[in-house]
């Protein structure tokens, strides 16, 4: 009877074991990201294996660069197995948090530490009219530009960063994440090459934002010159008269085809721009963010890099 319990006892000590450790292996991977490049950059390794608890902090229509975490987006943090950020001026309240989190086993990654950076800078024609240099002060730390998800090659290199970090986390599907990953950067480098054939093979080098601009990485990678309202996280909405004269005065003089504007802009510059000179405008995605209707339908980084590329044709000839 004893030998029986025993018995008993370990046979459902070894069931209890292969349901823990079953569960502990479809237990999906938690991961909260702040914006949605480094979102839909994680859906894709992710794809449909459903080992992946997928959280976007920045909610669908919001502006990113006034974005404040709520208390529930705190414990979310908390509670993740991976949180990603940009890192940089908009997420200036990240470090704080992750500070407080010392007892949390959440594993944080910057995204501007997985590619070279540069500073932001004012161009000629940006609010003053004159050109001002990245930073102001000797000896001052100038700003970095955080918007460095815009370069498709920037991309790829943080797909495989965040590939690595996941399948690291979760090794049972790190197969399945890298399939995935490969597919989606056999697509970002196809974008890649696009891009560059249409600057090979354009009549210009050049393309005017009425708003802000928040795409250096993306005009430093295919060698275009640009011009603009603001700086990408600029925080004015009201140009000069001097700026909006200047870029008045740049699309007559340079014959320029469109004029461009970020999505989620009320584009009354690019519009104010357009009714002085006749030239039409078009919306040219920097994809900080989408709408609540492009989230509900699925809308890609690679979606959003192909309308790009079909309007940068038009903007360089």
């Not at 948090?97 to 007892?103: F, G, R, V």
């Not at 998800?149 to 943080?158: E, K």
């Not at 009425?210 to 140009?239: M, V």
């Not at 584009?267 to 209707?293: Q, W």
């Amino acid at each position: 009877m004893i030998k029986k319990a025993i018995a008993l006892i370990t046979t459902c000590l070894l069931l209890l074991t292969g349901v823990s450790a079953f569960a502990e292996s479809t237990t999906p991977l938690t991961v909260v990201t702040t914006i949605f490049p480094q979102y839909d950059f994680v859906r894709a390794i992710a794809g449909n294996t459903g080992a992946v608890n997928l959280t976007m902090l920045l909610k669908p229509g919001a502006e990113t660069h006034s974005y404040e975490p709520t208390p529930q987006d705190i414990i979310s943090i908390r509670n993740a197995d991976l949180f990603i950020y940009v890192g940089g001026e908009s997420d200036a309240w990240v470090e704080d948090i992750l500070a407080s989190m010392a007892d949390s086993n959440v594993k944080s990654l910057k995204l501007m530490d997985m590619v070279p950076t540069v500073a932001e800078e004012t161009v000629d024609g940006m609010q003053s009219g004159e050109s001002v240099q990245p930073f102001a002060t000797a000896g001052a730390t100038p700003d970095l530009d955080e918007h460095v998800w815009t370069s498709p090659v920037n991309a790829i290199a943080m797909v495989n960063a965040l590939c690595k970090e996941m399948s690291a986390l979760d090794t049972a599907n790190a197969d399945a994440f890298h399939a995935n990953a490969d597919a989606y950067i056999a697509k970002l480098q196809a974008l890649d090459d696009g891009f560059r054939a249409v600057v090979s093979t354009s009549k210009r080098r050049e393309f005017i934002f009425g708003d802000r601009f928040a795409l250096r990485y993306f005009a430093a990678e295919y060698g275009i010159t640009y011009y603009a309202a603001f700086p990408g996280c600029s925080t004015e909405t009201e140009p000069s008269a001097q700026t909006v004269a200047f870029l008045i005065n740049k699309v007559r003089e340079d014959g320029v085809p469109v004029i461009l504007y970020p999505e989620l802009s009320t584009h009354k510059v690019a519009d104010a721009i357009s009714g002085e000179t006749g030239v039409p405008t078009h919306i040219f995605y920097a994809c900080h963010n989408l709408t609540a209707d492009e989230f509900a339908a699925g809308k890609t980084y690679v979606d959003f890099m192909t309308e790009n590329l079909a309007t940068l044709k038009v903007a360089l000839n």
